[in-house]
């Protein structure tokens, strides 16, 4: 089956622009979170969505950043006004269940943001 | 504050030798697990360890959970350039979806 994918694999953009990235999961997978990793670092939580909730935006830096999922599959992460300290891979999973007991994290191929 | 560090950060090696990356931390971890990430993709799930001395195999590569739970090892025997790439280790504390993660190890193995 097809693994979780990211629109778009690359983007460019001025600062000060509004930018959306997409995240389709995994079907039937009703956790999903988004990370963002910078070069030579670790992921880095970003928030986590239980179907059409986010349980977790503690991981979300600023209000410039928001993220929705509104029909408990494809998410996708908004960000406006955009600095340059943004660029980074957002990368997007998913898993069965976001609760205890070993989760299973299935990432996408990331979507590389490049603030200019 | 890194709570996970990983060492080395980087590693280069021949192939045919064997090597050992670390995961440390002072904090406990109900579960850890280690990742391999390629380039231009996302982390791909290697092994999920959650008991204390826990070893385990998978093919070449062997994954230790310390005693404590505080720590990691991840080793790899008789290493092949296909194991090149960046290996990411990651502890789960209260939930399991807020995970910890190190910054890495790039493992780089020449023919």
């Known amino acids: 089956g097809a693994g979780v994918s990211q629109t778009p694999s690359n983007k460019v953009t001025e600062k000060g622009k509004y930018v959306e990235l997409r995240c389709d999961p995994i079907?039937?997978?009703?956790?999903l979170y988004w990370y963002r990793q910078s070069l030579g670092q670790g992921p880095e939580f970003l928030i986590y969505f239980q179907g059409t909730g986010a349980a977790d935006d503690s991981g979300l830096p600023n209000d410039r950043f928001f993220a929705v999922r509104p029909e408990g599959s494809v998410s996708t992460l908004k960000i406006q006004r955009t600095e340059r300290g943004d660029s980074a891979v957002y990368l997007c999973?998913?898993?069965?269940?976001?609760?205890?007991?070993?989760?299973?994290?299935?990432f996408g191929p990331g979507t590389r943001l490049l603030v200019l | 504050t890194q709570l996970l560090e990983q060492s080395p950060q980087f590693l280069s090696i021949q192939e045919g030798e064997n090597l050992t990356v670390y995961c440390n931390s002072s904090s406990v971890f109900s579960s850890l697990q280690w990742y391999r990430q390629e380039p231009g993709e996302g982390p791909v799930l290697l092994v999920t360890?959650?008991?204390g001395g826990e070893v385990k195999k998978l093919k070449r590569l062997t994954f230790q959970f310390g005693d404590a739970r505080k720590d990691s090892s991840l080793h790899i025997t008789a290493a092949q350039t296909g194991d090149t790439g960046l290996y990411l280790c990651a502890g789960a504390r209260d939930s399991n979806y807020q995970l910890i993660w190190g910054a890495g190890t790039k493992l780089i193995i020449k023919p």
């Open positions: 079907s039937g997978h009703t956790a």
């Open positions: 999973a998913s898993s069965l269940s976001g609760l205890a007991g070993g989760v299973v994290l299935n």
């Open positions: 360890v959650v008991t």
